[in-house]
């Protein structure tokens, strides 16, 4: 079994709606992050308070009308945000755990969903080992 441990970063203060960022002038389109376009948006204002309105967006980039083209409003699931590997001196605790996943199938795999999380700034990724004593099997953490 292959578990992931998706750590809170803890920021000051808790905030009271979802968090959403405006997304950096070059949002990078990969990995389908782009959720959707929305068309005829009034302004930066609207686009935000629809991107709120959207449990998936955790990104969006107003683009005000230009050559015949109507104002758009991109939504992103996410745009190259940094998460970090927790350190091996990280101890999980209830305090900073958003929660455990297992059978993640690669580190690669436990740093996007860490990224798809809002709350997440820290991952760990634990890959199992087995040890086998007197014809029994156990799974042990290697981390």
Known sequence: MIVA?????????????????S????CPLNDGNLLTVKLFIKNVDMCLQFCQADPMC?????YDAQDGKPPQCFFYETCGRTVYE???ECVMS??????????VSSGEDCQKMCQKSRKCGYYKYIQDK???EEGSSEVVPKG
């Not at 955790?58 to 107003?62: D, F, P």
């Not at 209830?94 to 059978?103: A, D, S």
């Open 5 to 21: 441990l998706l750590i809170a970063s803890i920021i000051g203060g808790v905030s009271s709606g979802p968090l959403v960022r």
């Open 130 to 132: 087995v040890e086998e």
């Open 23 to 26: 997304a950096p002038e070059e």
């Open 94 to 103: 209830k305090e900073n755990c958003l929660g455990i996943r297992p059978f």
């Open 86 to 88: 927790a350190p091996p």
């Open 58 to 62: 955790n990104y969006y980039k107003y």
